[in-house]
């Protein structure tokens, strides 16, 4: 009952019940004088149709009373939540009225709410220092560095930022804000400060860089003796070790330098060099290379080329190689016997890229691993099954090279029927970034 009397005491003092409660005085002013001038029946009438009338109205206020709190709570409820995320919320109407600014985004962007709310950014609000990375934060094409990670068009957009001016690093995802009938009402744009991240990224590269540095050294000098002892005369007995020894250091050689290439692509520092390249005869000349592989393991490789007689690209040749090899390597290594190997080459329709597709009748991998391919270190239960061997690193390193280049590189698979490898390159040499950026893991 306490509790039934605290609610009615709430719901008294919402604005529309006030209204009922200032409507009271006529009504009773209304029954006095109808008492004096009407007759008997026709008062209690007129009192019974009023008081029908006012439970209605009652009624009918506090159910709307009842909801405008609701709303507000969970109005109050929002604010509470947006104010106290780890990630910045800023939210603007279609003409860039900032809306919404909260605590998260002031630490990431120095600024307090009370001099962005009710402020209309444009590009040129970026030539004022203090809103200088707010406004690049908002109209990403002024930003210096930027990285998509969502196709164009599609939302919600998210796209990683970096700044000249200091060493942050942001994730911006961005999305529509909309009404019932999907009529557009502004934008709302979640920022998480990645720069912290970014930086145990890069010290943990420089890690693997270092002992890498320190471990070529000493197996690049192994490597050099047991070559040189394989070509001695020894015994029938001694073959086998020495060549066990040779075949493990190589190995041992072949991981050291990919962990250094992967050291150096999350520096943002593998270095490349875009020529023309005649792409058909590019690829036909990586296949010819790789084809005493494919025969030792009983494999078949047959390239299938577009209707073109040449094809022109922007690309660096020797890291381009390093993808195709790694690729048609793989295909065969993880292939069964008297399998095959298609290589097929396709100019996209309506789009100013060309595709690469490597398809193997292989052992297939698991549907739940194909998104974690083209991780560090990670290789399929499959995989490792048919060859124990390898170091999960090559898929990676094709990943950021094709990256590099602005093509996409992707995978479909199913098991004991083989795998097909995709990757895209662009035509056009404008889609090729401008420089090269730590791509990391997504």
């Known amino acids: 009952m306490k509790r039934f009397f605290q609610k009615v005491a709430l719901y008294a003092k919402l604005p529309e019940m006030r209204l009922s409660w200032f409507f009271l005085p006529f009504l009773l002013a209304l029954l006095i004088i109808d008492s004096i001038y009407l007759p008997q029946a026709l008062v209690f009438a007129v009192l019974g149709i009023l008081l029908v009338l006012g439970a209605i109205i009652l009624v009918n206020n506090l159910r709307l009373a009842r909801s405008n709190l ?20 800023i939210a603007y109407d279609p003409n860039f009225k900032i809306l919404i600014f909260n605590r998260a985004a002031e ?29 690049q934060a908002i109209f990403p094409s002024l930003a210096p560095l930027v990285v998509r990670r969502s196709d164009p068009g599609q939302y919600p957009q998210i796209i990683d930022i970096s ?78 070790i020495i060549e066990t020894a040779l075949g493990a250091v190589t190995k041992l050689m072949k991981t050291i330098n990919d962990m250094l290439d992967v050291s150096k692509i999350e520096e943002g520092e593998f270095g490349y060099q875009f020529d023309n390249v005649e792409f058909i ?61 298609i290589v097929e080459i396709e100019r996209l329709k309506d ?56 093509g996409k590189i992707w995978a479909e698979s199913e098991i004991n029927r083989g795998s097909i490898f995709h990757f895209t390159l662009p035509t056009d040499p404008k889609l090729i970034p401008s420089k090269e950026v730590i791509y990391g893991e997504e």
């Not at 109050?76 to 910045?88: F, M, P, V």
């Not at 630490?107 to 707010?134: N, Q, W």
């Open 70 to 89: 609701e709303v507000k709570i969970e109005r109050n409820e929002l604010k509470s939540i947006i104010a106290n995320l780890k990630d910045g919320i």
């Open 107 to 135: 630490e990431i962007f120095v600024l307090k709410s009370g001099e962005v709310l009710g402020k209309y950014f444009a590009p040129e609000t970026a030539r004022e220092p203090k809103f200088k990375l707010l406004s």
């Open 163 to 240: 700044f000249n001016e200091s060493d942050m690093n942001l994730r911006v995802a961005t999305d529509k804000i909309a009404d019932s009938n999907g009529q557009l009402l502004g934008f709302v744009k979640i920022i998480r400060d990645r720069t912290r991240e970014i930086k145990l990224l890069k010290s943990k590269t420089e890690f693997i860089a270092t002992a890498s540095h320190q471990l070529r050294t000493p197996a690049t000098a192994t490597h050099w003796a047991i070559e040189e002892l394989s070509k001695q005369k020894m015994s029938e007995e001694q073959k086998p």
């Open 281 to 341: 005869t590019f690829i036909e000349d990586i296949i010819r290379d790789i084809e005493p592989l494919a025969k030792q393991f009983n494999v078949k490789i047959y390239l299938e080329k577009p209707a073109e007689q040449s094809i022109a690209l922007s690309l660096d040749r020797q890291k381009i190689s390093m993808v195709v090899s790694n690729l048609i390597d793989n295909a065969i290594k993880y292939n069964v016997a008297n399998g095959e190997v």
């Open 351 to 406: 789009e100013p890229y060309l595709e690469v597709s490597v398809k193997d009748t292989g052992v297939g991998v698991p549907e739940e691993d194909i998104k974690k391919l083209f991780t560090k270190f990670f290789r399929s239960v499959n995989a490792v099954k048919f060859a124990t061997e390898g170091s999960g690193l090559g898929l990676y390193i094709a990943k950021n090279i094709i990256n590099r280049h602005g």
